[in-house]
């Protein structure tokens, strides 16, 4: 299959934890990256492979996947976080493809 | 620090093409296990995966654009670019070029993420 799907918008309290789903096929071979897009802004890789954050995302941010569900957590939401989410698989159709996931905004209250 | 930065026209005539060029600078085009991609935003929507290239020239294209998307790197310049034919205001968006890091062995092999784009060009498709 080739699709991603995630979660409806969520709201979540300042200080408080929100854990946002991404769900395909593929995650049951390919392993999810995340990307967190703020207004007039480029995508930022916030995380990838098992549970990996590049350098400078703070550790609140938090990755798993299990079966074909892959899930990004924010333990402890800032202001600043409040973006568009996005989650990316590669397709496992064996045809080299990649595909996103269409976003869940999160805004934090 | 590895930056990418997109160029190219940010007004397209319908049924005319699309270019744009990547040029990366701060680390090698030619790295290992990386490859080149080009992603897109149409205003208000979400992200679109264009295609993707390797270090040696084989191109990856979203099936919904193969017959009109090209490919292509230029070591030398350390560039990268994309062209995309008999475009229609559909194909207006923001468009960002990345690169591509994977996984190379293992159970999850071929698990991939962009690590680092390009600020984005706004390319608009109108007469």
């Known amino acids: 299959s080739s699709e991603l799907t995630q979660d409806p918008p969520v709201s979540v309290a300042l200080g408080q934890t929100v854990r946002i789903t991404c769900q395909g096929d593929?995650?049951?071979?390919?392993?999810a990256s995340w990307y967190q897009q703020k207004s007039g802004q480029a995508p930022l890789l916030v995380m990838y492979g098992k549970n990996s954050r590049p350098s400078g995302i703070p550790d609140r941010f938090s990755g798993s996947t299990s079966g074909t569900t892959a899930s990004l957590t924010i333990t402890g939401a800032q202001a600043e976080d409040e973006a568009d989410y996005y989650c990316h698989s590669r397709d496992n159709s064996g045809n080299h493809l990649y595909v996103f996931g269409p976003g869940t905004r999160v805004t934090v209250l | 620090q590895l930056q990418l930065q997109e160029s190219g026209s940010g007004l397209v005539k319908p049924s005319q093409t699309l270019s744009l060029t990547c040029t990366v600078s701060g680390g090698s085009i030619s790295t290992g296990d990386s490859s080149w991609s080009w992603i897109r935003q149409p205003p208000g929507k979400g992200l679109e995966w264009v295609g993707y290239?390797?270090?040696?020239?084989?191109?990856h294209y979203d099936p919904s654009l193969k017959s009109r998307v090209t490919m292509s790197v230029d070591r030398s310049k350390g560039q990268f670019s994309l062209n995309l034919t008999s475009v229609t205001a559909a194909d207006t968006a923001v468009y960002y070029c990345?690169?591509?890091?994977?996984?190379?062995?293992?159970?999850?092999?071929?698990?991939?993420?962009?690590?680092?784009w390009g600020q984005g060009i706004l390319v608009t498709v109108s007469s």
């Open positions: 290239i390797y270090n040696d020239g084989r191109p």
């Open positions: 593929s995650l049951r071979f390919y392993y």
């Open positions: 990345a690169r591509v890091v994977y996984i190379s062995s293992g159970y999850y092999a071929g698990s991939n993420w962009f690590d680092a």
